[in-house]
């Protein structure tokens, strides 16, 4: 095995961990989102994962290879980022927002993941891995889209709009005090 080929099943290897990590995640935050399209989009994001997973472990074939998890830390250090922001808005309605940013993390550190696969695939001439992580790096730039869709289709302005009333109610509570 030459030394890209070691840095391929090592970071396969990563990417393996970081969707199973995944997997543990995607249903606590469709549970913590208050929006019915941000919880119906954590749940399609699962199913996703779970054949992102497949495919990951026929990747691991093509090159002869058994399907080893080796720890994300740089996915890990990002589920337990939104775990705060998540806490810290908990019944706020900025959480969907914050779920969202969260999410479009992952999807950002997936993408330059998958990127780099498929680019190191093409290169060590194996076609079916790079056809099969192409497919998973065109699903997370998908993800990535339809997170920012929803984000801009109003749940950001929600959470405006409830911050801006919120502070009128005090305005208003502070005016009635004051005379």
């Known amino acids: 095995m030459n030394d890209l080929e070691k840095l391929f099943i090592g970071e396969l290897s990563d990417a393996y961990d970081a969707e199973h990590q995944l997997i543990d995640t995607l249903p606590k935050m469709a549970e913590m989102a208050h929006s019915d399209e ?3 989009a954590f749940r399609q994001h699962l199913e996703q994962t779970l054949g992102q997973v497949r495919r990951i472990e026929e990747v691991f074939q093509s090159f002869g290879e058994t399907p080893r998890r080796r720890h994300c830390d740089g996915l890990e250090g990002i589920i337990d980022e939104g775990e705060l922001v998540a806490k810290e ?3 706020n309605t900025a959480l969907d927002a914050g779920l969202i940013a969260a999410a479009q993390k992952v999807e950002h550190y997936e993408i330059a993941t998958y990127g780099s ?4 695939a093409k290169e060590l001439g194996n076609d079916r891995a790079f056809g099969l992580l192409k497919e998973i790096l065109d699903e997370e730039k998908d993800t990535d889209e339809k997170l920012t869709m929803l ?3 109003g749940l950001n ?4 709009q409830h911050d801006t009333e919120k502070r009128g109610e005090t305005a208003s509570k502070f005016a009635k005090i004051v005379s």
């Open 117 to 120: 696969l498929c680019t190191w």
């Open 38 to 40: 941000l919880k119906s």
């Open 89 to 91: 808005f908990e019944n």
């Open 157 to 160: 302005v929600q959470a405006l």
């Open 151 to 153: 984000a801009m289709s």
